[in-house]
């Protein structure tokens, strides 16, 4: 049986801040913070699911950058993959979830991360540069 893949987008901005979402649906997951992203559509090609993702939930452009780890597990069936992008334009809106927050160095664990993406969390933040 194949994966269905996920992608997820970790937007990063000068001074290492990192935008999170909080999903709104389903109820199990509502209210949790997470990277934005969807899943892949078929003969799609996982950067510009990517791309397309950010388009639609947080109406930005992005440029995708470095993939960051390998593939992370997500519910029976699902692997998802992360890159780190920048915007290139527009301002991040919440159209598909409750809030939206830029989180800075000394702040990334002030938001409920769900499971998934609290350990990407971690690794990011080994990523990004320091002050």
Do not use: N
Not at 2 to 14: K, L, N, Q, R
């Amino acid at each position: 049986m194949s994966m269905i893949v996920v992608v997820a987008a970790v937007i990063v901005e000068p001074g290492g801040r990192v935008l999170a979402a909080q999903r709104a649906e389903p109820a199990a997951l509502a209210g949790g913070w997470e990277f934005p992203g969807g899943k892949v559509d078929p003969g799609e090609s996982e950067e510009a699911a990517l791309v397309r993702e950010c388009r639609e939930e947080l109406g930005v452009e992005v440029a995708v950058g470095e993939r960051v780890g390998g593939d992370w597990p997500l519910a029976e069936g699902y692997v998802m993959r992360v890159w780190l992008c920048t915007l290139t334009s527009g301002t991040p809106e919440a159209k598909e979830h409750l809030a939206l927050r830029w989180l800075g160095p000394g702040e990334y664990y002030e938001v409920e991360w769900l499971g998934a993406d609290l350990p990407i969390m971690k690794m990011v933040e080994s990523l990004l540069p320091r002050d």
